[in-house]
């Protein structure tokens, strides 16, 4: 019966998260530009970087950051959330783009809206890792792949978006680069 709980208590979980993107995705869409990047929360770039280039760039000595590090790098749950709300946020940036620049933009926009994908999935299971982590101890396992999933994400996110405006829309790269 417990287990039957849980699960119950977990898919309700995912569809109120499902529910809630969905209604700020829409209450974001109807921003100017501005606002949109306004509402962007800052995010230490460097240590997002060097988790996800420790997982993209493979070299000698793979294992080189322990997941305490990468937790602390990225920020915790504060800092993966921040992530998971920007990447909502750069897809939004990406659609002003299309503006601008509609063939390379509709493009960069899907990889872009993939990305974002694949960073709630993973920041989702870290979530559901760090719930039931005195349960299930493979979760505590699996919390690092993760991790570098959604700093991975994020970094690729933000090079496709700023690439982007450097070739559609130079008199806004600047500031969308010093914010993000």
Not at 126 to 144: K, N, Q
Not at 153 to 159: N, W
Request: charged share 20%.
């Amino acid at each position: 019966m417990l287990p039957f709980l849980l699960l119950g208590a977990v898919v309700g979980c995912l569809l109120l998260a499902a529910l809630k993107t969905q209604f700020s995705t829409l209450r974001i869409d109807r921003r100017s530009w501005s606002d949109v990047v306004a509402a962007l929360q800052p995010v230490q770039f460097d240590q997002v970087t060097s988790v996800a280039r420790d997982f993209l760039e493979p070299r000698e000595g793979q294992i080189s950051l322990e997941p305490p590090d990468m937790w602390l790098m990225l920020g915790g749950k504060e800092g993966l959330r921040r992530m998971k709300n920007n990447a909502q946020l750069m897809l939004v940036l990406a659609a002003h783009a299309q503006r601008w620049n509609f063939d390379e933009g509709v493009i960069v926009t899907e990889r872009i809206r993939r990305d974002a994908l694949r960073l709630r999935q993973a920041v989702r299971r870290v979530e559901i890792a760090l719930m039931f982590h005195g349960v299930l101890r493979r979760s505590a396992t699996l919390i690092p792949f993760h991790l570098h999933e959604a700093a991975s994400a994020y970094y690729l996110m933000r090079q496709r978006l700023l690439a982007l405006y450097q070739t559609s829309h130079a008199g806004l790269y600047p500031r969308l680069a010093e914010v993000i």
